[in-house]
């Protein structure tokens, strides 16, 4: 679904990602793990477009998609889930959700508000709440609901457990698996492994911009050493 290959991407003059490459299959959920400054987010922009790569090859489900505008790779099937939320605090739950609305995309089940609120029991009792007197879980749960109204193939999401109550960070991780089984293909980057291992099939582990170590979830849980070199904090 998702192929990464020698991407190379700056912010200004500083080489962040450096010829990193990685793969998602169709159905997945993997995670990119990794310290602060690892290069995480800088490869979430790079693919949906936010940021340009200077060099590298992006393919998303057969198409080349380096360098286009984001609004174009989201038009393809591809939701970005931002680190930063970014809801309209002006605009209320319902309409939130309705900016986000693409057209169904075919085999997969189109997402309406209904389905969305069975997933996120919390924004089905605030519709009319504007976004702005949300707290931050919530708001964490209306941006992925927004995007999924994009009737997304491949979603990304950063940092989606990022300074949450653990009550909240277990229903992401259940709305996260609840994603995999409607088979959707999900591209994760995360800080939290104990998340991260209850959601993901497979991890890539990166440090400066380059990819250190990849292999299964049960491999990682196994492997102390990457754990504790690349990992702990």
Known sequence: MLEIAGLNTYYGRAHILQGLSLSVGKGEVMVLLG???????????SVIGLLRPSSGSIRF????????EPHRIARLGL???????????DLTVMENLEVGRQKPRAGLRPWTPERLFE?????????????????GGEQQMLTIARTLMGNPRLVLLDEPSEGLAPVIVEQMAQAIQALKQEGLTVLLAEQNLHFAGGV????????????????SM??????EEVRGQYLAL
């Open 61 to 68: 489900d057969g198409a080349e998609i380096a360098g286009q």
């Open 218 to 223: 049960a491999e990682l849980r196994a492997n």
């Open 119 to 135: 997933l996120f029991p919390n924004l089905g009792r605030m519709r009319d709440r504007p976004g702005g007197r949300m707290s």
């Open 200 to 215: 993901a099939d497979r991890a890539t582990v990166v440090e400066k911009g380059r990819v250190v170590w990849s292999g």
């Open 79 to 89: 939701g970005y889930v931002p680190e930063e939320r970014r809801v309209f605090a």
């Open 35 to 45: 310290r602060n400054g690892a290069g995480k987010s800088t490869t979430m922009k």
